[in-house]
């Protein structure tokens, strides 16, 4: 069985954002696969004690100026949306409503709606905003708000989450190589390393 890279992220962060853009390239070069698994950082940040990084005096404005330089050398759009942060429940729960189903398609979707709220800054916080998402990359939005909406993609979420911090994700995006965690977009060098190293 091909090794996984599990990625972890939350659909409000935009290093999580930036980290899709290159966690395929180090998976294909090691040979493995990546797991996308959404969680929420706000049942994170309750347990550390944290507050969303651009809204913490001084270090928030830090954070605005080094996203910017990290999107220009990534090479992808980012906006600062209006609305932040926002509520991920509904975006993760859609990414979960498809996953086990075809992983592809969920993973188009997750790409999608990182793009309409970091790369355009269309707000995504609310099941009407995932359809619309859906609909724009040819999938039935209607569809997957009932799929949203059902216990068994509700507790999924809630399963996932727990798990999350059950093996120590408080961040986003962090990395999962089999038990070593990575937090950060600027861990890629380190973890290609690693990989192709076998550890140290």
Known sequence: MTQKIRFYFDFSSPYGYLATVRIDELAR??????????????????????????????????????????????????????????????????????????EEQAVRLARQLFHAYWGEGRDISRPGDIAREADAIGMNGAVLIERMALLETRQRLRDEVDDAMQRGIFGSPMFDLDGELFWGCDKFDQMDRWLSAGGW
């Not at 990290?70 to 609305?83: R, Y």
């Open 29 to 102: 070069r090691h040979g493995r696969v990546v797991d996308w698994r959404p969680h929420l950082l706000g049942v994170a940040m309750k347990a550390t004690g944290q507050s969303p990084l651009l809204n913490q005096p001084l270090r928030g404005a830090y954070a605005k100026r080094d996203l910017a330089r990290m999107a220009q050398d990534f090479g992808v759009a980012l906006v600062q949306p209006e609305v932040f942060p926002i509520h991920s429940v509904a975006a993760s729960r859609a990414f979960y409503a498809l996953k086990d189903d075809v």
